[in-house]
Protein backbone atom coordinates (compact mmCIF):
# COMPACT_ATOMS: atom_id res chain seq x y z
CA UNK A 1 0.00 0.00 0.00
CA UNK A 2 1.06 3.42 -0.59
CA UNK A 3 1.85 5.83 2.54
CA UNK A 4 -0.37 6.59 5.13
CA UNK A 5 -2.34 9.87 5.82
CA UNK A 6 -3.39 10.00 9.40
CA UNK A 7 -5.21 12.90 11.07
CA UNK A 8 -5.24 13.26 14.46
CA UNK A 9 -8.54 15.38 15.84
CA UNK A 10 -7.06 17.71 18.91
CA UNK A 11 -10.34 18.71 20.38
CA UNK A 12 -12.14 20.60 23.18
CA UNK A 13 -14.29 17.76 25.10
CA UNK A 14 -17.26 19.15 26.67
CA UNK A 15 -17.84 17.33 29.82
CA UNK A 16 -20.86 14.94 29.67
CA UNK A 17 -22.10 16.68 26.75
CA UNK A 18 -22.16 14.27 24.10
CA UNK A 19 -24.52 16.27 21.59
CA UNK A 20 -21.82 18.78 21.92
CA UNK A 21 -18.77 16.60 20.66
CA UNK A 22 -20.52 14.39 18.38
CA UNK A 23 -20.71 17.97 16.06
CA UNK A 24 -16.78 18.29 17.03
CA UNK A 25 -16.56 15.32 15.42
CA UNK A 26 -18.21 14.97 12.71
CA UNK A 27 -16.70 18.24 11.64
CA UNK A 28 -13.02 16.89 12.33
CA UNK A 29 -13.73 13.89 10.57
CA UNK A 30 -15.34 15.16 7.74
CA UNK A 31 -12.61 17.59 7.24
CA UNK A 32 -9.91 14.75 7.69
CA UNK A 33 -11.57 12.63 4.84
CA UNK A 34 -11.43 16.51 2.79
CA UNK A 35 -7.88 16.19 2.94
CA UNK A 36 -7.44 12.34 2.02
CA UNK A 37 -6.58 10.86 5.49
CA UNK A 38 -7.22 6.85 5.46
CA UNK A 39 -7.26 7.19 9.13
CA UNK A 40 -8.32 10.11 11.85
CA UNK A 41 -7.90 9.18 15.45
CA UNK A 42 -9.65 10.90 18.22
CA UNK A 43 -8.40 11.58 21.97
CA UNK A 44 -9.49 9.01 24.71
CA UNK A 45 -13.27 9.65 25.80
CA UNK A 46 -13.83 12.07 23.32
CA UNK A 47 -17.84 11.75 23.66
CA UNK A 48 -17.60 12.65 27.31
CA UNK A 49 -14.29 13.35 28.66
CA UNK A 50 -14.07 12.39 32.36
CA UNK A 51 -17.71 12.61 33.45
CA UNK A 52 -16.84 9.22 35.08
CA UNK A 53 -19.80 9.45 37.82
CA UNK A 54 -22.20 9.70 35.01
CA UNK A 55 -20.06 6.33 32.87
CA UNK A 56 -22.92 4.17 33.60
CA UNK A 57 -25.83 6.88 31.94
CA UNK A 58 -23.31 7.84 29.12
CA UNK A 59 -21.85 4.45 27.93
CA UNK A 60 -23.18 2.55 25.02
CA UNK A 61 -22.97 -1.10 23.99
CA UNK A 62 -20.18 -1.86 21.00
CA UNK A 63 -23.38 -2.24 18.37
CA UNK A 64 -25.14 1.14 18.97
CA UNK A 65 -25.21 4.46 20.62
CA UNK A 66 -21.75 7.13 19.68
CA UNK A 67 -20.23 3.39 18.52
CA UNK A 68 -22.56 2.66 16.24
CA UNK A 69 -22.95 6.56 14.77
CA UNK A 70 -19.45 6.40 14.16
CA UNK A 71 -19.32 2.94 12.43
CA UNK A 72 -22.02 4.98 10.07
CA UNK A 73 -19.19 8.19 9.53
CA UNK A 74 -16.64 6.04 8.46
CA UNK A 75 -18.56 4.51 5.70
CA UNK A 76 -20.29 7.64 4.28
CA UNK A 77 -16.86 9.56 4.20
CA UNK A 78 -14.82 6.43 3.53
CA UNK A 79 -11.95 7.07 6.43
CA UNK A 80 -11.02 4.59 9.38
CA UNK A 81 -12.10 5.94 12.75
CA UNK A 82 -9.73 5.52 15.96
CA UNK A 83 -11.04 6.89 19.68
CA UNK A 84 -11.94 6.01 23.02
CA UNK A 85 -15.49 5.78 24.47
CA UNK A 86 -17.22 4.56 27.54
CA UNK A 87 -18.25 1.23 26.65
CA UNK A 88 -21.15 -1.05 28.17
CA UNK A 89 -20.10 -4.30 29.32
CA UNK A 90 -23.24 -6.07 31.02
CA UNK A 91 -22.87 -4.40 34.80
CA UNK A 92 -19.51 -3.33 34.04
CA UNK A 93 -18.12 0.36 32.04
CA UNK A 94 -14.84 0.22 30.12
CA UNK A 95 -12.64 2.85 28.46
CA UNK A 96 -12.57 0.71 25.15
CA UNK A 97 -10.62 2.22 21.74
CA UNK A 98 -12.39 1.09 18.61
CA UNK A 99 -11.15 0.38 15.46
CA UNK A 100 -13.75 1.13 12.89
CA UNK A 101 -12.78 0.77 9.12
CA UNK A 102 -13.76 2.77 6.21
CA UNK A 103 -16.26 0.53 5.46
CA UNK A 104 -17.97 0.41 8.73
CA UNK A 105 -16.16 -2.85 10.30
CA UNK A 106 -15.23 -3.10 13.70
CA UNK A 107 -11.91 -4.74 13.35
CA UNK A 108 -10.79 -4.71 17.12
CA UNK A 109 -11.30 -3.07 20.23
CA UNK A 110 -8.48 -2.26 23.05
CA UNK A 111 -9.84 -1.91 26.49
CA UNK A 112 -7.47 0.32 28.60
CA UNK A 113 -5.25 -1.83 30.89
CA UNK A 114 -3.95 0.48 33.50
CA UNK A 115 -6.33 2.51 34.99
CA UNK A 116 -5.83 5.96 36.03
CA UNK A 117 -6.46 6.64 40.03
CA UNK A 118 -5.36 10.25 39.24
CA UNK A 119 -8.91 10.49 38.02
CA UNK A 120 -10.50 8.18 39.21
CA UNK A 121 -10.83 5.79 36.78
CA UNK A 122 -10.34 2.33 39.05
CA UNK A 123 -13.53 3.50 40.94
CA UNK A 124 -15.98 3.55 38.06
CA UNK A 125 -14.25 1.86 35.04
CA UNK A 126 -13.47 -2.24 35.04
CA UNK A 127 -9.69 -2.84 33.49
CA UNK A 128 -9.23 -4.50 30.23
CA UNK A 129 -7.23 -8.19 30.27
CA UNK A 130 -5.62 -7.97 26.89
CA UNK A 131 -3.88 -6.02 24.00
CA UNK A 132 -4.92 -5.47 20.69
CA UNK A 133 -2.76 -6.21 17.69
CA UNK A 134 -4.60 -5.87 14.35
CA UNK A 135 -3.00 -6.98 10.76
CA UNK A 136 -3.95 -3.96 8.55
CA UNK A 137 -3.45 -3.05 4.82
CA UNK A 138 -0.39 -0.85 6.14
CA UNK A 139 1.00 -3.51 8.50
CA UNK A 140 0.48 -4.67 11.78
CA UNK A 141 -1.11 -1.96 14.53
CA UNK A 142 -1.63 -1.82 18.26
CA UNK A 143 -3.50 0.08 20.61
CA UNK A 144 -2.97 1.54 23.82
CA UNK A 145 -4.81 4.62 25.82
CA UNK A 146 -3.07 7.03 27.70
CA UNK A 147 -1.79 6.65 30.88
CA UNK A 148 -0.43 3.09 29.16
CA UNK A 149 2.34 4.92 27.75
CA UNK A 150 4.14 4.84 31.03
CA UNK A 151 4.04 1.17 31.04
CA UNK A 152 6.80 0.47 28.78
CA UNK A 153 6.13 -3.38 28.58
CA UNK A 154 2.81 -3.26 26.59
CA UNK A 155 4.97 -1.18 23.92
CA UNK A 156 7.51 -3.74 23.71
CA UNK A 157 5.08 -6.71 23.57
CA UNK A 158 3.85 -5.02 20.34
CA UNK A 159 6.96 -4.42 18.85
CA UNK A 160 8.20 -7.50 19.34
CA UNK A 161 5.22 -8.59 17.80
CA UNK A 162 5.41 -7.32 14.76
CA UNK A 163 4.02 -3.52 14.99
CA UNK A 164 4.64 -0.94 12.64
CA UNK A 165 1.95 1.63 14.13
CA UNK A 166 1.12 2.71 17.72
CA UNK A 167 -2.55 4.29 17.88
CA UNK A 168 -2.66 6.21 21.11
CA UNK A 169 -5.80 8.15 22.27
CA UNK A 170 -5.50 10.25 25.31
CA UNK A 171 -6.50 12.86 27.86
CA UNK A 172 -3.18 14.20 28.94
CA UNK A 173 -2.90 17.16 31.57
CA UNK A 174 -1.37 19.86 30.28
CA UNK A 175 1.00 20.39 33.80
CA UNK A 176 2.45 16.43 32.56
CA UNK A 177 2.82 17.78 28.61
CA UNK A 178 6.78 16.87 29.05
CA UNK A 179 6.01 13.64 30.17
CA UNK A 180 3.85 13.36 27.43
CA UNK A 181 6.39 14.17 25.20
CA UNK A 182 9.32 12.80 26.61
CA UNK A 183 7.57 9.50 26.27
CA UNK A 184 5.96 9.35 23.10
CA UNK A 185 9.54 9.79 22.00
CA UNK A 186 10.94 7.37 23.72
CA UNK A 187 8.35 4.38 22.74
CA UNK A 188 8.85 5.22 19.31
CA UNK A 189 12.56 5.22 19.88
CA UNK A 190 13.40 2.23 21.99
CA UNK A 191 10.25 0.32 19.37
CA UNK A 192 11.37 1.24 16.28
CA UNK A 193 7.55 2.08 15.29
CA UNK A 194 5.48 4.70 14.35
CA UNK A 195 3.68 6.31 17.54
CA UNK A 196 0.72 8.20 16.33
CA UNK A 197 -0.99 9.97 19.58
CA UNK A 198 -3.93 12.41 19.69
CA UNK A 199 -4.84 14.29 22.52
CA UNK A 200 -7.30 16.68 23.78
CA UNK A 201 -6.75 20.40 24.14
CA UNK A 202 -8.38 23.24 26.35
CA UNK A 203 -10.16 22.97 29.73
CA UNK A 204 -13.32 19.92 30.75
CA UNK A 205 -14.47 20.39 33.56
CA UNK A 206 -11.60 21.55 35.95
CA UNK A 207 -8.93 19.79 33.80
CA UNK A 208 -6.52 21.47 31.41
CA UNK A 209 -5.76 18.36 28.67
CA UNK A 210 -1.97 19.65 27.14
CA UNK A 211 -2.95 19.46 23.44
CA UNK A 212 0.41 18.35 21.51
CA UNK A 213 -0.74 15.25 19.52
CA UNK A 214 2.37 14.03 17.49
CA UNK A 215 2.81 11.49 15.22
CA UNK A 216 6.74 10.44 15.99
CA UNK A 217 9.26 8.22 13.69
CA UNK A 218 10.94 4.52 14.10
CA UNK A 219 13.81 7.27 14.35
CA UNK A 220 12.28 9.62 17.21
CA UNK A 221 12.18 12.62 15.03
CA UNK A 222 8.72 14.29 15.53
CA UNK A 223 6.77 14.34 11.63
CA UNK A 224 4.12 16.88 12.96
CA UNK A 225 2.66 18.16 16.56
CA UNK A 226 0.16 20.33 17.70
CA UNK A 227 0.26 23.09 20.03
CA UNK A 228 -1.87 23.61 23.03
CA UNK A 229 -5.18 24.87 21.09
CA UNK A 230 -8.06 22.75 19.29
CA UNK A 231 -6.46 21.57 15.50
CA UNK A 232 -7.00 18.74 13.20
CA UNK A 233 -3.32 17.79 12.11
CA UNK A 234 -2.70 16.00 9.20
CA UNK A 235 0.41 13.87 8.00
CA UNK A 236 2.00 11.52 5.13
CA UNK A 237 3.93 8.37 6.90
CA UNK A 238 6.28 5.96 5.15
CA UNK A 239 5.70 2.90 6.58
CA UNK A 240 8.77 0.87 4.93
CA UNK A 241 10.79 3.21 7.41
CA UNK A 242 10.47 1.01 10.18
CA UNK A 243 12.10 -2.18 8.46
CA UNK A 244 15.06 -0.02 7.09
CA UNK A 245 15.77 1.45 10.91
CA UNK A 246 15.56 -2.10 12.26
CA UNK A 247 17.89 -3.13 10.09
CA UNK A 248 20.16 -0.18 10.54
CA UNK A 249 20.02 -0.66 15.08
CA UNK A 250 19.11 -5.05 15.48
CA UNK A 251 17.68 -4.12 18.69
CA UNK A 252 15.13 -7.00 17.86
CA UNK A 253 17.64 -9.37 17.50
CA UNK A 254 20.33 -8.45 20.05
CA UNK A 255 17.76 -8.41 22.92
CA UNK A 256 18.62 -11.18 26.00
CA UNK A 257 15.09 -12.53 26.69
CA UNK A 258 16.59 -15.38 27.71
CA UNK A 259 18.30 -12.90 30.55
CA UNK A 260 15.30 -10.65 31.46
Known amino acids: ?9 QMNIALGDIRKNIRTFE ?3 LEAARRGSHLVLFPELWASGYALQNARELCDPLNSGT ?7 AV ?3 ISIVG ?19 NGKLLGVYRKIHLFRLMDEHKWLQPGAAPLLMDLPWGKTGIAICYDLRFPELFRRYAVEGAKVILLPAEWPIERVEHWRALLQARAIENQCYIVACNA ?4 GETTFGGHSMIVDPWGKIVVEGGENPMLLTAEIDLDMVDEIRSRIPVFQDRRADVY
Not at 67 to 73: E, L, N, P, Q
Not at 85 to 101: D, I, P, Q
Open 67 to 73: FAHVSTF
Open 76 to 78: QNK
Open 84 to 102: SLLEKRGMEVTNSATFFAS
Open 1 to 9: MPNLVISLA
Open 27 to 29: ESA
Open 201 to 204: AGVT
